[in-house]
């Protein structure tokens, strides 16, 4: 069992830059593959970006490609999200999620994620 916890929301005018984390508990952060997703109010739960259990393959939404970034710390069982440029269609509640310690690979399907964070509001003013 993994717990998330995400920092780091808040507001931000367009154009602007926020650095969302992600902390997990356990010893074991290095064997999960994990992934960002956010969801705006009325909306469904959208992809954002997807990370392997190694950290060399990544995978965006074509929405944010470019201007989000997602990276890992496994000394710091931390894993972020680097968001630039940010837009009005951006602002959403964002949360992280990790799939099971058996799947290598990222997902861009929220039914392949086990854990999942509370979440962070991101609020891009325009």
């Known amino acids: 069992q993994v717990q998330l916890v995400e920092s780091g929301g808040g507001l931000v005018q367009a154009g602007g830059s926020l650095r969302l984390s ?36 990544t995978y965006y939404a074509d929405s944010v490609k470019g201007r989000f ?35 290598s690979t990222g997902s861009a399907r929220s039914n392949d994620y086990d854990y999942w964070g509370q979440g962070t509001q991101v609020t891009v003013s325009s």
């Open 22 to 57: 992600c902390a997990a508990s356990g010893r074991t952060f290095s064997s999960y593959a994990m992934g960002w997703f956010r969801q705006a109010p009325g909306k469904d739960r959208e992809f954002v970006a997807t990370m392997n259990k190694g950290g060399g393959a």
């Open 69 to 103: 970034t997602i990276s890992r710390d496994n000394a710091k069982n931390t894993v972020y999200l680097q968001m630039n440029g940010l837009k009005p269609e951006d602002t959403a509640v964002y949360h992280c999620a990790f799939r099971r310690q058996i799947y």
